[in-house]
Nanobody, 115 residues
Framework: QVRLVESGGGSVQPGGSLKLSCVAS????????VVWYRQAPGKQRELVARITNRGYTNYADSVKGRFAISRDNAKNTAYLQMNNLKPEDTAVYYC?????????WGQGTQVTVSS
């Protein structure tokens, strides 16, 4: 059984930082790309960052220079370091492996940025 578990969310003030983790089990992690998505209330889900099996990364324009995605294949874990957080980053953050339509999703972790 494939399972993705996100953690690390919370409430921070603008300008603060958080580091999200996504631990995968029941799946071959190393060969697969990992994607972080987010969904804010009343908005569509959006891709935040992606990392390939070889470590190539790409980001949404809105988070470039502030967020960094990484992975530790030995731990079956992907990370999302989020710096200089803004109120518009408030959302539930999900990790995904295998594609948005047919892939696997975690339960999500809430990130709230507010003063």
């Amino acid at each position: 059984q494939v399972r993705l578990v996100e953690s690390g969310g919370g409430s921070v003030q603008p300008g603060g930082s958080l580091k999200l983790s996504c631990v995968a089990s029941g799946i071959m992690f190393e060969p697969r790309a990992v994607v972080w998505y987010r969904q804010a209330p009343g908005k569509q889900r959006e891709l935040v960052a992606r990392i390939t099996n070889r470590g190539y990364t790409n980001y949404a324009d809105s988070v470039k220079g502030r967020f960094a995605i990484s992975r530790d294949n030995a731990k079956n874990t992907a990370y999302l370091q989020m710096n200089n957080l803004k109120p518009e980053d408030t959302a539930v953050y999900y990790c995904n492996i295998g594609g948005a339509t047919l892939g696997y999703w975690g339960q999500g972790t809430q990130v709230t940025v507010s003063s």
